[in-house]
């Protein structure tokens, strides 16, 4: 059965390229795919995840604020007993000159991966398939790494 | 319900009075001494004269700080060391939002500590006065360009403080811009807009408006932007627009640049009737930029190569620090000074390229097919046609993040690096149209070895600033 997976810009952001392009390699690569559009609220994000019954919920962020607009949200989601894989990705900070930094700062938040903006959709499939255990090939495994 | 007509004087002056007492600065708006500043600028700081006399393409940046005195210290150096001939004042994300309590805020500390946390120039907040000082410490015409979806209040003080040119439309500071903003909504707020330049128009004062033609600035089919341009143009010719200039960002595939603006100039000065200045404006690249100064001054290159051979009226450069976000004053400069070297380079050289008038026909009957589309779903009526062709997807903008446009269309480059539709939707096209894209797009996907899906279009959004202009599969990938 598909895996139902949410998908949305945080915060005032208004960058849709990103997210697109995930929904389509998302629908293609075989998951229901809850597109929830840019400038979405943790609230909408977690009343997504629990109507849709999904697996996963990937946030994007390139404007730089996400971790201001992140604040709390493994805790809610954790209150609204969803014990969901949450992946984030972009242009996490302002000048992320470190990377490793920014994603030590975005898994003390509550993310099971994080993602620089040069991603691939390829890899953010990967990645799920592994940690929804769904059956993958040995060279989409290898490719990850976030 | 709302149509495509001129708001009475009465409604004006009633809306006018309203969107003024939101804010302290708006009380010093008075129409006809607003009337007698403009009539006491002199003849070179005429925005819609300046533009229509050219006899090549005028370049101007963008700039915008917090700070009156840091913005005339910005624009004086774009003026002498880039050699702008049109200048901008590019108004911070707060006042697009209508939040001028937060401009304020910012504009204070910019102030107090010199800390810019304002991307822009807070002009609502600034006044009539502010604005005034402004023009009157530059020699080139100002133009006003921002992203608000409600510039009621902004129009009604940088007007009255003296600016002739304002940029944005209904569709284009909306579809582009925001998520929630309601598309009727900003329709009646744009034409408040139009009709307040109309009434300086009436009074001698042409002010001159630019809808924004870039759109959401990534891959936008030639045909979809000059249909929103045409669309926009004649919701503002209704309202007594006089001087308007449609808008067009550079795709880097040259022949379809060159006839994207020919394009555009002839649809525009067809739809939008012999009372009208229409003049074009071209914008180099929009999408993103390579991280690497001298690559984009490539693309910048490239940009005034284009203006050259299509000589639209205005050219909106762009600087080599693009990728980094809001550039220094000096790389500003350099790419004004980029671009004008290429322009003055060629712009004698009458280069003819091959393929333009093909290309040019393409566009011309696509953008004629979805500008007679909105008409026919108004049954005549512009606006009413507007919102039933974005309700129904007949017109639609490639990743659109508002809530206002389906947003399903997707671009892909064909073989020649020509944007073409990969994902037509319910775009109002004929099969004819849709047929010419579809093969073009195979002659691509047949090169490349690999079936059309999206990972072309994902491909071909990061090409440019990975240092090429079509997403070609790579080696080992």
């Known amino acids: 059965m598909a895996k139902t997976v949410i998908l949305g810009v945080i915060g005032s952001d208004a960058h849709v390229v990103g997210i697109t392009i995930l929904e389509q390699a998302l629908s293609a690569a075989g998951f229901d795919v809850v597109n929830l559009g840019v400038q979405t609220s943790q609230e909408d994000f977690i009343t997504a995840a629990r109507d849709a019954d999904a697996e996963a919920v990937l946030i994007s962020s390139l404007y730089g604020h996400a971790e201001q607009d992140c604040q709390g949200f493994r805790e809610r989601l954790d209150e609204a007993g969803l014990d969901i894989v949450t992946y984030i990705g972009g242009n996490l900070a302002v000048g992320q000159d470190d990377f490793e930094e920014t994603r030590r700062r975005f898994r003390e938040l509550g993310f099971d991966r994080v993602f620089d903006s040069e991603t691939d959709p390829e890899d953010a499939i990967a990645a799920l398939r592994q940690d929804l255990q769904i059956a993958t090939t040995e060279a989409e495994r290898h490719r990850v790494e976030g | ?477």
């Open chain 2, 1 to 477: 319900m709302l149509r495509d007509e001129p708001i009475p004087g009465e409604q004006l002056r009633r809306i006018d009075e309203e969107i003024r007492g939101n804010w302290p600065t708006g009380q010093a708006v008075d129409f006809e001494e607003a009337i007698a500043f403009h009539e006491s600028l002199p003849a070179s700081k005429r925005f819609a004269d300046v533009l229509e006399a050219a006899e090549k393409p005028l370049l101007q940046p963008r700039a915008g700080v917090p700070r009156l005195d840091d913005q005339i210290d910005l624009l004086e150096h774009l003026q002498n060391a880039g050699q702008a001939d049109l200048l901008p004042t590019t108004i911070d994300s707060y006042t697009r939002d209508n939040e001028y309590e937060k401009a304020q805020q910012g504009l204070d500390d910019a102030r107090a500590d010199g800390e810019d946390t304002l991307n822009g120039f807070p002009a609502v907040n600034h006044g009539v006065d502010g604005c005034r000082e402004l023009i009157e410490a530059l020699d080139a015409p100002i133009e006003v360009r921002h992203g608000t979806p409600d510039a009621r209040l902004l129009a009604s003080i940088t007007f009255a403080g003296g600016f002739q040119s304002f940029e944005g439309g209904p569709i284009s500071y909306n579809i582009p811009y925001t998520k929630e903003h309601d598309l009727e909504e900003t329709i009646r707020h744009w034409q408040f807009v139009d009709r307040l330049a109309g009434a300086y128009t009436e009074r001698g004062v042409r002010i001159n408006r630019e809808p924004f033609g870039p759109l959401t600035g990534t891959l936008v089919p030639p045909c979809i932007a000059i249909a929103v341009m045409v669309i926009e143009g004649m919701l503002a010719v209704t309202q007594g627009v006089r001087s308007i200039t449609l808008g067009y960002g550079q795709v880097g595939n040259l022949v379809q640049d060159v006839a994207a603006l020919h394009a555009l100039r002839s649809l525009g000065e067809e739809y939008l009737g012999d009372d009208v200045a229409v003049t074009t404006v071209f914008h180099e690249w929009m999408g993103g930029f390579p991280p690497d100064e001298a690559r984009a001054n490539g693309v910048i290159g490239l940009g005034g190569m284009t203006a050259a051979v299509a000589q639209p009226d205005k050219v909106i450069t762009k600087s080599p620090q693009e990728f980094q976000g809001v550039p220094t004053k000096e790389a500003n400069a350099a790419g004004l000074r980029t671009t004008r070297q290429l322009v003055d380079m060629v712009i004698e050289q009458n280069v003819q390229l091959v393929g333009v008038d093909r290309e040019l026909n393409l566009i011309q009957k696509a953008s004629r097919e979805l500008i007679e589309e909105v008409l026919a779903l108004g049954d005549g009526d512009v606006a009413q046609g507007t919102l039933a062709a974005f309700d129904s997807g007949a017109l639609d903008v490639p990743f659109a993040p508002s809530d206002s446009a389906k947003g399903d269309v997707l671009p892909a480059r064909d073989d020649d690096g020509r944007i073409r539709i990969f994902e037509f939707a319910d775009l109002a096209l004929s099969d004819d149209v849709k047929e010419i894209h579809r093969n073009r797009l195979d002659s691509r996907a047949d090169t490349e070895g690999r079936d059309q899906t999206f990972r072309m279009v994902a491909d071909d959004v990061d090409a440019i600033s990975d240092g090429k202009l079509i997403g070609r599969p790579q080696g080992g990938d």
